[in-house]
């Protein structure tokens, strides 16, 4: 079992910088894959960055290619995503996910996490 808290969302200028952290409860954090979806009015949740246990497969979604960067400190029990250059069309909520699964794979739909956050608030500004 894992429980995820989400923080460092707020409102933020267009071109500017936000890191999110999630913080994971839970003695086994470094054996989940990690990922981050975000979902605005209207739409629904769609797959932002997710990374394997070991950290060294990662995954982005296109709309966040070279922008978006996402880390995890299993020392600390926290993934983070660095969120650079944004855009009034990134605002959403972004929630955390986790799931215990082989290393090579991560996951990029709803269905493939077990475990979510609440989500935190990103607005941007034009």
């Known amino acids: 079992q894992v429980h995820l808290v989400e923080s460092g969302g707020r409102l933020v200028q267009a071109g500017g910088s936000l890191r999110l952290s999630c913080a994971a409860s839970?003695?086994?954090?470094?054996?989940?894959?990690m990922g981050w979806f975000r979902q605005a009015p209207g739409k629904e949740r769609e797959f932002v960055a997710g990374?394997?246990?070991?950290?060294?497969?990662?995954n982005y979604a296109d709309s966040v290619k070279g922008r978006f960067t996402i880390s995890r400190d299993s020392a600390k029990n926290t993934v983070y995503l660095q969120l650079n250059s944004l855009k009034p069309e990134d605002t959403a909520v972004y929630y955390c996910?986790?799931?215990?699964?082989?290393?090579?794979?991560?996951?990029?739909?709803?269905?493939?996490?077990?475990?979510w956050g609440l989500g935190t608030q990103v607005t941007v500004s034009s």
């Open positions: 996910a986790a799931v215990r699964i082989l290393d090579q794979t991560v996951g990029t739909t709803v269905q493939d996490y077990d475990y």
């Open positions: 839970g003695r086994t954090f470094s054996t989940y894959a």
């Open positions: 990374m394997g246990w070991s950290g060294v497969y990662v």
